[in-house]
Nanobody, 124 residues
Framework: QVQLVESGGGLVQAGGSLRLSCAASGRFFSNYHMGWFRQAPGKEREFVAAISWSDTNTYYADSVKGRFTISRDNAKNMVFLQMNSLKPEDTAVYYC?????????????????WGQGTQVTVSS
């Protein structure tokens, strides 16, 4: 398994931008699908974005499509989430996740490894 550490969260005004980073340690990072999920207070954890191990496919929740971009750097064992045009409803703890399953499922239970999370707060 990989160990994941997120960074880059913070407080930003609506319309602003943040870039989240996730550093992975462990072997065979390039074999893992990588994803971002978020959890707001009182709500279930939800899918935000994912990128395939091959870096050829990306997936986004409808609520962030066109505003967020996921990317990865396999040489540095890093994955990123660029968040633009942020809205107050994007406020949540954001988690980096990894999985090696052949079929990529965009539900939290399908993911094997998780970071500790980073808080993103968007003020109106």
């Amino acid at each position: 398994q990989v160990q994941l550490v997120e960074s880059g969260g913070g407080l930003v005004q609506a319309g602003g931008s943040l870039r989240l980073s996730c550093a992975a340690s462990g072997r065979f990072f390039s074999n893992y699908h990588m994803g971002w999920f978020r959890q707001a207070p009182g709500k279930e954890r939800e899918f935000v974005a994912a990128i395939s191990w091959s870096d050829t496919n990306t997936y986004y929740a409808d609520s962030v499509k066109g505003r967020f971009t996921i990317s990865r750097d396999n040489a540095k064992n890093m994955v990123f989430l660029q968040m633009n045009s942020l809205k107050p409803e994007d406020t949540a703890v954001y988690y980096c996740a990894a999985n090696r399953k052949i079929v990529l499922k965009l539900i939290p239970s399908a993911w094997d490894s998780w970071g500790q999370g980073t808080q993103v707060t968007v003020s109106s």
